[in-house]
């Protein structure tokens, strides 16, 4: 019986959705799992997954992601340019340069791809090893959010991101200097990186729960004049002029609702008394992430713009839970497997609907391309 393309594509969901739950099943019954992140646990299954991930993005097929063929193209047109030769213009400097210099060692496509999904988990990987108190619900959240299909499709950002995960340890450490280098290293290789300038102020800034008076009424007015503020700032993005097709097929609001959760949850649930500087910093960073999100529904742009800070809510909420107030200790606990159930089927249901930039069906690059 032969298997058509749609079978095909069920078939990789379903094995992925399964592959996501055997964690969460290991580590279900272990009450102080996501109080430390020393854990043998955590360690091991931090390093398989993003091993495993690396793997799954250097052994794809070119057809596999939306843009993969379009940088394989611009690869290959490098490789055969001498640096003389090159038209700087044809994309962001640092971009061209790494492209240039992995060509003057390897020729071949595939090891472009391997080496480049090598060199992007080496970037996220460490930040994830240091601030992953839940390995289980982190890998879920990772991979049923938007960071997972970039990594398959949007080489040039991803690069930047993982340089943004670079520039957030700079900013931790208080290194000012470290982080300017990096945030100008990621705007060389992706202009959206200018809004990594974000991170230091926001990581550094204290704010707590009587600031919600303040927050929220922001969030809400922003929301309602969203457009109007858009427009106001249209001239600063004269680069990106090509409109989404509609909100719909983004799942823009899907988002923007999921992260005003997220948002309500971290104020609400924890011990204020128990956060540390870390969580505090990363919940800023997921205001200012549904901030962004609130423009999504009128541009791509808001959505690329928001990638350099959705990949560190899979590190917050495990912090939150874990710094849970007595009041809030079974909601809690609740909420964390609810989050995976959720976002499983949320993964699921908009992948199978082409939600999923040509991640699935996933082929590996000795596959034949249908």
């Known amino acids: 019986?032969?298997?058509?393309?749609?079978?095909?594509?069920?078939?990789?969901?379903?094995?992925?959705?399964?592959?996501?739950?055997?964690?969460?099943?290991?580590?279900?019954?272990?009450?102080?799992?996501?109080?430390?992140?020393?854990s043998k646990w955590n360690i091991y299954a931090l390093a398989f997954f993003f091993s495993f991930l690396v793997l799954l993005v250097a052994l794809r097929h070119e057809s596999v992601g939306n843009d993969t063929r379009n940088y394989i193209s611009y690869f290959r047109q490098y490789s055969n340019l001498s640096w003389k030769e090159i038209d700087w213009s044809s994309a962001e400097v640092g971009f061209v340069v790494y492209n240039k210099a992995i060509s003057m060692f390897v020729k071949d496509s595939q090891m472009y791809l391997a080496i480049t999904a090598?060199?992007?988990?080496?970037?996220?990987?460490?930040?994830?090893r240091r601030l992953c108190l839940d390995a289980s619900l982190s890998i879920v959240l990772f991979c049923t959010m938007s960071t997972f299909v970039m990594m398959f499709s949007g080489i040039r950002q991803m690069l930047a991101i993982g340089v943004g995960c670079i520039a957030f340890e700079a900013t931790r450490k208080n290194k000012l200097v470290s982080f300017v280098?990096?945030?100008?290293?990621?705007?060389?290789?992706?202009?959206?990186?200018?809004?990594?300038?974000?991170?230091?102020p926001l990581y550094h800034a204290k704010v707590t729960r009587k600031w919600l008076y303040v927050v929220f009424p922001v969030l809400i007015l922003t929301f309602v004049f969203n457009k109007k503020i858009f427009m106001a700032l249209g001239t600063l993005?004269?680069?990106?002029?090509?409109?989404?097709a509609t909100v719909e097929q983004t799942g823009a609001y899907t988002v923007l609702i999921l992260f005003a959760a997220f948002a309500i949850f971290s104020f609400i649930i924890p011990d204020e008394t128990l956060l540390d500087k870390e969580t505090i910093g990363l919940r800023n960073?997921?205001?200012?992430?549904?901030?962004?999100?609130?423009?999504?529904?009128?541009?791509?742009l808001a959505m690329r713009m928001n990638y350099y800070y959705i990949i560190f809510i899979p590190l917050l909420i495990p912090k939150i839970i874990a710094c849970r107030s007595e009041r809030y200790n079974q909601v809690a606990i609740f909420a964390r497997y609810a989050m995976v159930m959720f976002f499983l089927a949320y993964f699921f249901v908009g992948a199978r609907n082409g939600n999923n930039l040509h991640v699935f069906p996933y082929r590996a690059f000795?596959?034949?391309?249908t």
């Open 118 to 128: 090598i060199v992007t988990g080496a970037m996220i990987y460490p930040t994830y």
């Open 237 to 244: 993005l004269e680069k990106y002029t090509r409109f989404d």
């Open 181 to 200: 280098v990096c945030v100008l290293i990621a705007l060389s290789l992706h202009t959206s990186a200018f809004m990594l300038v974000f991170m230091y």
């Open 366 to 369: 000795w596959e034949t391309s």
């Open 1 to 38: 019986m032969r298997i058509n393309s749609n079978d095909t594509e069920e078939y990789n969901l379903a094995a992925f959705v399964v592959l996501l739950l055997i964690p969460i099943i290991i580590q279900h019954g272990k009450t102080n799992y996501y109080r430390n992140n020393n």
């Open 285 to 300: 960073i997921l205001l200012f992430s549904l901030l962004l999100q609130m423009f999504a529904p009128l541009h791509t």
